[in-house]
């Protein structure tokens, strides 16, 4: 319970008991949870889309489905995007790049690359409430997104020279957690939702292979910016046209 409830105040805002004493330790233990978590926010994505879908434009819903996240989450991985957006758009080299993501200020690459994921996800929420089902999407998005941290934290070095909570993680957290996240595959029934496993290890690869010949491995900020591309990728697929 304790690594669920270490899981849950890493990667949101929502208030848990005694989230002050959990250590870095206490985080690297609780990946396998990952996916849980995500499955958790979809969830509630999913609840606030089937409560307002019928009353309300399928834009609006889509813009608060954003907006319910960016609460539940803190803006996050937003962060992480933009700072990935504006290293390696601005970047010569390693040390310039790890320097400009440092740098909380949003610069023209961060700024462009928040327009286009936030359109990206407007248009495709808009979409899927479009559909008769809509839920094994909205809540398998998320968790997704956060099993793609599993795959890169078990697969690829850590960037920096000073030590992270990334490198607590590791290839025992991913198997629970690729068992997690498949049982709730399996139990959608869906066959875009394996689909969607596809393109998430795929998209999580390319990332990996770019991070590891830029800076030479991963950082907190490129796993956000790569969870944020596989949120997105994975609605893409439940909506794309076979």
């Not at 950082?219 to 596989?230: I, M, S, V």
């Given at each position: 319970m304790k690594s669920l409830l270490a899981a849950l105040a890493f990667l949101t805002r929502i208030p848990v008991p005694g989230a002050s004493t959990f250590d870095a330790e206490d985080v690297a233990r609780s990946a396998a949870w990952f996916p849980l978590v995500g499955l958790m926010l979809g969830g509630v994505y999913a609840l606030l889309a089937v409560l307002l879908r019928n009353h309300l434009p399928g834009g609006l819903v889509a813009a608060l489905l954003i907006l319910t996240d960016v609460l539940l989450t803190g803006a996050l991985h937003f962060d992480g995007l933009a700072d990935t957006a504006d290293g390696f758009g601005g970047g010569r080299n390693k040390e310039d790049i790890l320097r400009i993501m440092r740098d909380h200020a949003i610069g023209s690459y961060g700024g462009v690359a928040l327009v286009l994921i936030v359109a990206l996800k407007l248009t495709a929420y808009a979409a899927l409430l479009n559909q008769t089902n809509c839920v094994p999407a909205l809540i398998l998005a998320p968790a997704f997104g956060?099993?793609?941290?599993?795959?890169?934290t078990a697969t690829v070095p850590y960037a920096r020279p000073t030590g992270s909570v990334v490198q607590g993680?590791?290839?025992?957290?991913?198997?629970?957690?690729?068992?997690?996240?498949?049982?709730?595959?399996?139990?959608?029934?869906?066959?875009?939702?394996?689909a969607a496993t596809a393109t998430v290890i795929l998209a999580s690869a390319a990332s990996g292979?770019?991070?590891?010949?830029?800076?030479?491995?991963?950082?907190?900020?490129?796993?956000?910016?790569?969870?944020?591309?596989?949120?997105?990728?994975?609605?893409?697929t439940f909506l794309w046209k076979w």
């Open positions: 956060r099993w793609s941290v599993l795959l890169l993680m590791g290839k025992r957290s991913l198997f629970w957690g690729t068992g997690l996240l498949l049982s709730s595959v399996v139990v959608a029934m869906s066959v875009r939702a394996w292979f770019y991070c590891k010949r830029r800076i030479q491995g991963i950082t907190g900020d490129t796993l956000g910016a790569n969870l944020q591309l596989c949120e997105t990728v994975s609605l893409l």
